[in-house]
């Protein structure tokens, strides 16, 4: 369930700039940091082709209409795993990919 939580976090902070778990912040709130990774992030979104566009902003508005403590607790396993060395990330990733092809994570 937590690596399914942080998979998802992290696909929803990959397209979310906002912090807060309410509306997102206004352009000039953001960090000249938070700023630059939003350009990446845009830069980045715009070059995938259609279908990925649209499962990317089906999957935001999944996590949109989530209740705002599951967002919060979703940025915060997020924040975590970004916080994790490059071992750990891959060790990470090499365990979801296994807990996914399981199917496990389906309901």
């Known amino acids: 369930m ?4 942080v998979a998802w976090a992290f696909f929803a902070a990959s397209v979310a700039v906002a912090a ?14 938070e700023q630059e990774r939003a350009r990446r992030n ?4 715009q070059q995938l082709p259609d279908r990925k566009r649209e ?3 089906q ?9 705002p403590q599951e967002q919060q607790r979703l940025r915060q396993n997020y924040d975590t ?5 490059a ?13 996914k092809s399981t199917g496990a994570e389906k309901h």
């Open 42 to 45: 845009y830069q980045h979104y």
């Open 55 to 57: 499962q990317i902003d």
């Open 87 to 99: 071992n750990q990330r891959r060790q990470f990733n090499e365990k979801y990919r296994r807990w």
């Open 2 to 5: 937590i690596l399914r939580a």
């Open 81 to 85: 795993f970004r916080n994790l060395d």
């Open 59 to 67: 999957r935001y508005e999944e996590f949109r209409n989530l209740p």
């Open 20 to 33: 807060d778990p309410g509306a997102p912040r206004g352009w000039d709130s953001l960090s000249p940091g």
